[in-house]
């Protein structure tokens, strides 16, 4: 054969093999599009979480003291009570939930009858799992003379169908967020759409719908970059993919530092991924800043993994003390996270106690899951096949689902449906049995 | 931003106990494993002695006799994760009971700690169709509900050998570098090499020689090693094997390409074959547990293997015949030779670095589909071989 003709050929081979590999790439590609942070909006926005939650605290601070000044300016107050708000979700603070509270009271206190700031009410309500409250917070709205603009009716039904989601009626929540997109497509009703795509078992539809959420933002900032990789990170995470986790969770603490559970959860992986020593340093380094319980449990969890039983026992402690006050300011909002530290390091009562609470509270797919695991720790697997049932009907899909319904039918006899379960676990989430995931303390 | 269903922050359960159990003829082998962390958590201990972990474990018949349970070793193993006690018991039923029907006592940790749940799987029962590497679940224990009935219902060794017929046929088609090694073999069959250069068509009773040979070597190659593997012990990490099977590839792929071995095609399938004998020993390693069940698994595997080659290369085979005798081979040649060329790179970079990439995973989803256009070409070939047979039969008729 000719040189010529040889090289010829050999040329035509490669082209036909790339072209396959890509083929092939596309093919693999499809269900997780590759991360776009493009251009990041700096200019006038927090750098940090430290300076993104000074920021905040002044604001709700100055606006406080205006409405105090005004005497009868409730918006001042309403503004305080967004900015309280906005600061309790990144400091994790219920005392700041209680700013807001407070700022809210004020606000109505000014307010004709009828009017006030009820949406933020409603958002507010909404945080701290008062479900019944934001409902009727959304009600007054509809009762408005006046309609409000496009953009802020699509947020009362974004809201509406948040909380439909919470009472496990998921199709109508999906209604819900639909009808808010139609009327404003804006990056948080397409943020919810991706969050209820992923927890109903479509991470596929749920990773483009963050692609979505992220491109229909043209000002991004550094705050909702981090918070699109944490979503992404936590997506990888429940599917097995710990290193693309990892890469998320770093971008996320690179874009927007000092987030401290961004950073509980990358030394929850570095723990996971081979080294606790560094996890170990890094959790004490978050525990020495604030006395946060998820950090002590999380602490407590690797303290007791690593066969530290005593220094275990002390961060629990710590942590059941915190947990009891919390409960006590915010019952709905705490009940969850009480009900994980009683089945994990106290009394299965206790957890049964809060975990009924936040079902009757919350019946989705996540409390109804906590209490149907809280059954199997009273000896009641078979009510915890029930409870699993009726996460099923609200179309909550999660290897976790999967992997208690397995404990729960080999408890009660049920060998081949169990087995049935253990692969569906496995199928979603590769480690889901991997002993290095006990080192993941939050991992939704 | 607010995005209220996000906010929601759950914890994962602590870590539970599992015991697996590979039934033999005779005895069962239990394999249990035990967080240290949670055995540390309830004892202030690190570590148990056999004589005390003895005295959790027991099984019995179901009309109450007990069996004998040996501690057989009992080890701390931390990979990647919390160190884990990891103990080998040996249950031998009473005379005269069989090992299908009993009852297993267990009490170890969820005496104590509530939460704490004890997993049973068996993990092989060659009599009853389970063999290593499908786990199946069997039974849970905690607190309160110490004692399992077994039932494993009647066995039979044919049972297991069609299982382990299955297992190989799965293996190997799921397999894809152990496919795509010996299709890069197959590549340069229909053609001559001349000055180190690929020539034309080589005619179909070379082809068939040397398809037959490359076949036939990379079977015992790989039936070397895995009968070593099962009987004798042999071993290699995990890793340099599967780096050893990516090079194999590779190597394959330069010759499909530029013949670097012509004529010793044969050779190099069964020298390489050893290699990934060893991958495949790995699977079958404890198979069962007693040496009758073992060769009958090992023979079911090995057969199972060579189903799938078997119909890959009656897959191929019209397409070597027909696409061979035309100009357009070489590049069909290359082509396969680059894209394995470019499979093997990625797969051996992952191998090596312990990392993936994307390239590999998007060749492994690709070959998944394989199937399908490997179908289509062989039913094509198939009726151009068949038209132009009958085309011939038409013309030597009309001419007598």
Redesign the interface.
Known sequence: ?AAGR?YE??I???L???L??F???????TSHPPSRPGLIWRTGYPQSADEAIERLRKQAESNDKIGADRGNDWLAYQDAATGWTSLA?LTGDPDDYSRAEASLARAFGIAASGAGPHQTLA?FE??VHRIDRALAALDVIDHYPVPDAPPIQAEHLA?RG?IT??RGQTEEARRLHAQALALSAG??TL??IA??QW?TGSPGDANASLASCEASVRMRTP??VA?IAV?RALMALNQGNW?EAMARFTEAERIFPGDW?TELRIAMMQA???D?AAATKAMEKLASKDSRP?VA?SLA?LY????D?MR?REWAAHAAATWKRRVVQFPQAYW??AR??E??FGD?KAALRYAISDARNRPYG?PLV?LA?TW????RADLALVLLAKADRTGWKSA?VE?VR??AL??T?K?DA??AA?AAALAMDPRTY??????????? | ????????????????SSIELDFGQTQVKAHITV????F??VT?R?SLSMEELLTHVGASTAEGAAWTVKGESLRILAT?????LIADLILAPPPGHDVRHWTLRYDLLIDRL??H?V??FVRSDFAGGVLQGQP??????????TMLDIDRGPGSGWRGFVSAVWLGMHHIADGHDHLLFLMALLLPAPVLAAER???GYGGLRPMLRKLVGVVTAFTIGHSITLIGGAFFGWRLAAQPVEIGIAVSILVSAIHA?QPIFPGREALIAGGFGLVHGLAFATIIGNFAIEPVYKAQAILGFNLGIELVQLAVVTAVLPALIVLGQTTTY??????????A??AATAWGFERVTG??N??A???????N?AIWPLAVLAVVCLLVLLGGQSRRAGRYSSSI
């Not at chain 1, 006990?438 to 939704?444: E, G």
């Not at chain 2, 990647?80 to 884990?84: I, T």
């Open positions: 054969m040889t050929l050999s035509a081979g490669l036909i093999a790339a396959a590999v083929a092939m790439y596309r093919l693999a590609g979700r958002t909404l945080d809201i948040d989601f919470f990056p948080e943020c919810r969050q209820l927890r705050q909702f918070y979503q290193q559970k996971a991924m081979g606790p998820e449990d969890n007791r993994l690593t066969g039983g275990s969850g996270h994980d530290h089945l994990a299965p996540e906590g695991r199997i720790a009273n000896s976790e992997r397995a404990e080999a408890l006899g060998a169990a087995q253990h991997d002993p290095a995931r006990a080192y993941i303390w939050l991992d939704h | 931003m607010a995005c209220m269903i996000a906010s929601s922050v759950g914890a994962h359960s602590t870590p539970n967080p240290v962390s949670e540390s958590y202030g690190k990647q994760g919390p160190p884990e509530p939460n749940i997993l049973a199946q679940m069997i039974g849970a224990l905690r607190q309160g509900q250069c690929w020539n390409w070489p590049v069909i040649r290359i082509s396969g030779a680059a894209f060329g470019v990392t993936n994307p390239v995973r998007a060749i492994d989803t690709g070959l589909y």
